[in-house]
């Protein structure tokens, strides 16, 4: 995903000079190209992430939007302060796009796994938060995110994450995009668990089940009215790379009680049971309960009942 973002900003940027790309020291060979081919619009503002927000939310003050690129936590919780006061509550257009979501950089500890950042920066004012299923995602949401003016987080993956949208997705605010159909349920999913989300929908095929799998990359806007025929359907299941607390379950439960929906909904995120483990993302994946299996044991406990 990072790379697939990083391509469609530099040629929108090519474009457009009022495009921004700031790093906190991070991104080398990734970002090089952006670098090299438009030095007076990338901006490295070494390891001080408080000092690089209050930064990008003064150039974006001007009419600038202002991409501030980093690892996980770092772009996020390390300069929370900063995102509240100069960016939200001045409603500055500065897009926040942290990589590594969730546990995609499991080796390095928990300092670098993302669990928390959708919860806080949802609770924010006038912050958008984006979260691409797949680089066919990551492409279309990007010219989006260039496009709006509202202070956005768009949270991405590490790399290599696989194409899960078999044609174009839809991209507007709000949107669900159902790449597959099923009448018995739904699994929705925000982000690179997708993958999961689509392997678990193939194992219930097996078991005479029929559910459809749909990506919410917009967390802070939620289509009612596909979640309302989603829950006539059948239970919905809520899978994200995340703690349960505050996150992209968290969100959907908001909106269905604000609508008074009624229905089945169950959610398969990060139980954070293993903090002081290490490993790669699908390790960590199913040592903290986000599983194929989970999703499958989840769904057919909720159709019983």
């Known amino acids: 995903m990072r790379d697939t973002f990083v391509k469609t900003l530099l040629e929108a940027a090519k474009y457009d000079p009022n495009i921004i790309l700031m790093t906190g020291d991070l991104g080398y060979g990734v970002l090089d190209t952006f670098q090299t081919e438009l030095p007076s619009q990338f ?40 995102i509240r006061n100069d960016v939200c509550l001045m409603n500055n257009p500065v897009v926040i796009v942290s990589v590594g979501a969730g546990y995609a950089y499991g080796s390095q500890g928990y300092t670098h796994h993302a669990l928390e950042d959708i ?33 956005t987080y768009l949270r991405l993956g590490k790399s290599n994450e696989p194409e899960i949208h078999t044609t174009p997705p839809k991209i507007s605010v709000g949107v669900i995009n159902e790449i597959k159909t099923g009448t018995d349920g739904t699994l929705l999913f925000a982000g690179s668990v997708g993958v999961l989300a689509v392997a678990a929908a193939k194992e219930l095929e097996t078991q005479g089940i029929s559910v459809a799998v749909a ?3 917009f967390v802070s806007t939620i289509d009612l009215n596909y979640l309302s025929s ?21 969100a ?18 990060s139980d954070q049971s293993n903090l002081s483990q290490i ?15 989970k999703i499958v044991q989840k769904f057919n406990a909720l159709k019983v009942n």
């Open 279 to 293: 490993g790669d993302q699908n390790f960590l994946r199913v040592a903290n309960g986000i599983s194929t299996e």
């Open 119 to 151: 919860a806080v920066l949802r609770a924010l004012p006038n912050m958008e938060v984006i979260v691409p299923a797949d680089p066919i995602e990551t492409h279309g949401l990007t010219l989006a995110v260039i496009a709006s003016s509202k202070p």
């Open 43 to 82: 901006i490295n503002s070494g390891v001080n992430e408080q000092a690089m927000m209050g930064m990008a939310a003064g150039y974006a003050s001007t009419g600038k939007r202002v991409f501030v690129y980093s690892i996980g936590n770092f772009p996020t919780l390390r300069c929370l302060e900063q």
């Open 215 to 217: 990506s919410m990359p």
């Open 252 to 269: 959907v439960l908001e909106a269905v009680n604000s609508a008074n929906l009624q229905g089945s909904i169950g959610l398969i995120a």
């Open 230 to 250: 989603a829950l006539v359907k059948g239970p919905v299941i809520v899978i994200e790379e995340h703690a349960y607390r505050g996150g992209v379950g968290s």
